[in-house]
């Protein structure tokens, strides 16, 4: 069984919820995915960890007690790190022990994950030089200010930049929570986490993300041209040994190289392009299921309506009902 280990920094003034709610979201999708025989089998290890396991006051007063010291922590995988209550700087003088731990973590290659003025941590650490990221808007002019070397993204909720990613609110944080479960298991499974702790459907983490290089999230630049022609295209009748014709590759290197370079088959990058765009049609347009299912390439409602169940664990129709529970209306 493959396993995934994923720490909580825990810190003094530290905002509970920043840290609850991640770590809650990912124990409901390992209890789920024991449960559910289609999940890919994958156990998360979850601890906390901190300079001290010396019990202290988080900001709202709670009192919280770290599993493990930072000396002891070696092999995490994931680590996401608390935002702040109010100033930052008092707790980041303090933390000296917590960013050249987080500089050996970078090195070794663990994902790192910040909340709000927990970025601030990233920064401090000298490991967002150069690079893209967010924070709380609130903090924009003051973190532009200390940290002039970072490429601050305000119109941003999420950033990537490498294996490192800043959420600007607890959010955008259940967001990216979301996309680091569906990597670790898969879509059916963050939807159903998803939607166990937010009744109204959000917006995919790709629509909120800003990736460093954003044109060229890898390296292979035919890919990147195949990409832009699927989702141009993607209502059209799609035959996979005409498009890997089209750009003057044979069928088998034009699937191996496009699941190098994203992860995934042609059509699932397809199938999901599709699904995308009808969820947008769903929110916003009065198109009927069956308009929307011709605008994205299928002929055959019942086919569509069983991709989108597949892809989200809902119907269309109970996605949009869904969806526009959440709009006001005015008599």
């Given at each position: ?72 922590n070696h092999d995490s995988d994931i680590i996401y790190l608390p935002a702040l209550w109010r100033n930052p700087r008092p707790t980041l003088q303090r933390s000296q022990a917590l960013l050249d731990w987080l500089q050996a973590q970078h090195a070794r290659g663990a994902t790192l994950c910040a909340v709000s003025t ?214």
């Amino acid at each position: 069984m493959s396993e995934t280990r994923i720490t909580f920094v825990l810190s003094e003034n530290m905002m509970a919820t920043g840290t609850a709610l991640p770590m809650e979201m990912l124990r409901t999708a390992a209890l789920a995915a024991r449960r559910q025989t289609h999940t890919r089998h994958h156990r998360l290890i979850l601890s906390s960890t901190a300079e001290t396991l010396t019990p202290f006051a988080s900001g709202n007063g709670w009192q919280w007690q770290a599993e493990q010291t930072l000396a002891q922590n070696h092999d995490s995988d994931i680590i996401y790190l608390p935002a702040l209550w109010r100033n930052p700087r008092p707790t980041l003088q303090r933390s000296q022990a917590l960013l050249d731990w987080l500089q050996a973590q970078h090195a070794r290659g663990a994902t790192l994950c910040a909340v709000s003025t927990g970025v601030c941590f990233l920064a401090e650490a000298g490991l967002l030089d150069g690079k893209a990221a967010t924070t709380h808007w609130h903090y924009f002019d003051q973190f532009e200010r200390d940290y002039p070397q970072v490429a601050l993204k305000r119109q941003h909720f999420i950033t990537q930049a490498g294996n490192i990613y800043c959420a600007a609110s607890v959010n955008s944080l259940a967001d990216l929570t979301v996309h680091f479960i569906q990597k670790l298991f898969d879509s059916t499974l963050a939807t159903h986490v998803e939607r166990h702790f937010s009744h109204e459907i959000r917006r995919p983490y790709e629509s909120l993300a800003f990736y460093d290089n954003l044109d060229h999230p890898h390296p292979d630049e035919l890919i990147v041209q195949v990409q832009s022609w699927l989702r141009e295209h993607y209502a059209r009748i799609i035959n996979i040994g005409e498009l890997a014709q089209r750009f003057g590759m044979s069928t088998r290197t034009f699937n191996r190289r496009f699941k190098e370079a994203t992860g995934c088959a042609p059509l699932e990058y397809l199938r999901q392009v599709r699904i995308n765009t009808a969820q947008d049609l769903l929110r916003s347009s009065n198109y009927s299921i069956t308009e929307i299912a011709a605008q994205v390439g299928y002929a055959d409602t019942a086919y569509f309506t069983e991709r989108f169940k597949q892809q989200l664990d809902i119907t269309p129709s109970d996605y949009r009902a869904t969806v526009r529970a959440k709009l006001f209306h005015t008599d």
